[in-house]
């Protein structure tokens, strides 16, 4: 599965929720999540442009692969995998063990919109600040599903450039 999505940073979001509303759309739910993100033993993710991902969140525990970026268009594209584990403890023993290290962690805030197919988040991330994500999650039409997105973003009033780099890769260029 592809994740295709478009990130950017926004100054108003009680507008852009004023939007969502205007066009019949209701926050789904909202939720704490907080990510711990490991590095391999055997390459260096950042390197590689992968991530390895323990999310906690009030749904659960959840572990994801993500492959390298691949621009489309003004979004970007990246292969996926998630898998919920009863255990997030464990989880992180079993990665120790194999010599995986914690990299980074990333704490949010976020909103859910969900318009058909196209997911739309805010999130007010700890020493970042507030962006809106556009996601759609596709087999194969990546350029279609960026299309979507920028037309989805167009009706919410985002401006600004696009921003391709991760929550993780802002934090550790801060920290920097």
């Known amino acids: 599965m592809l994740e295709v999505e478009a990130k950017f940073a926004v100054r108003d979001p009680g507008e852009v929720r004023a939007r969502l509303d205007r066009q019949g759309v209701h926050m789904a739910r909202r939720q704490q999540e907080h990510d711990i993100y490991y590095n391999a033993p055997h390459r260096d993710f950042a390197k590689t442009d992968e991530a390895l991902r323990v999310r906690y969140d009030d749904a659960g525990v959840t572990v994801t692969y993500k492959g390298p970026k691949i621009r489309v268009g003004s979004a970007k594209a990246r292969e996926e995998f998630n898998l919920a584990v009863a255990s997030g403890e464990t989880l992180e023993a079993i990665l120790s063990r194999l010599g995986f290290r914690r990299a980074a962690s990333v704490s949010k805030t976020r909103e859910f919109y969900e318009m058909g197919d196209v997911t739309v988040t805010l ?40 921003i391709y780099t991760s929550y993780l890769e802002m934090l550790v260029s801060k920290q920097k």
């Open 123 to 162: 999130d007010d991330v700890e020493g970042l600040g507030t962006f809106i994500e556009i996601e759609i999650l596709t087999e194969s039409d990546r350029e279609d599903a960026a299309r979507r997105i920028g037309v989805t973003a167009k009706g919410l009033g985002v401006d600004g450039p696009p």
